[in-house]
C-alpha cells in the first residue's frame, strides 16, 4: 500500500511540475493542483495512516501497544485542502480576467510591455 501511495505521489509531483513549466497559464493552474494533491498523500503517508486502527487509547491502556494513526496530518491535511481550494479558486478567476481582457493565455505574451503591443 506504501508503495502504491509512494508512486502515486511521484507521479504528482511530477506531473506538476511537468505542467507549471508549460507556457499556458490554465495549464499552470492544473500543475498547482496537482502538487498540492502530492503535497497532501505526502502528509497523509507520513502520519502512518492505518486501516481499521483509531488514533484513540482504549480504556484501561496507558501506552499505545498497536501502531496508531496521528490525528494531527489528518488534521492539517484538511485545512491544506481548504486554502488549496481558495487559492485555486482566486487563480481560475483571476485567470479568466486576464483572458476576456487580453485574449491569450500564453505567458510569453502576457509579459510583454504596452509599448511593444
Do not use: C, W
Request: aromatic content about 6%.
Amino acid at each position: 500500500m506504501e508503495i502504491l501511495l509512494i508512486i502515486i505521489i511521484g507521479l504528482l509531483h511530477a506531473g506538476g511540475l511537468y505542467m507549471l513549466l508549460r507556457r499556458s497559464m490554465f495549464k499552470m493552474i492544473i500543475g498547482l493542483i496537482l502538487l498540492g494533491n502530492g503535497a497532501n498523500l505526502l502528509i497523509f503517508l507520513l502520519g502512518r495512516l492505518v486501516k481499521g486502527n483509531p488514533p484513540v487509547i482504549e480504556d484501561g491502556m496507558k501506552v499505545f501497544s498497536d501502531i496508531y494513526a496521528d490525528p494531527v496530518p489528518q488534521a492539517l491535511v484538511l485545512t491544506a485542502i481548504v486554502i488549496g481550494f481558495g487559492l485555486q479558486s482566486f487563480a481560475i478567476i483571476l485567470i479568466k480576467r486576464v483572458y476576456k481582457v487580453l485574449n491569450t493565455d500564453d505567458l510569453d505574451e502576457l509579459n510583454s510591455t504596452d509599448e511593444e503591443i
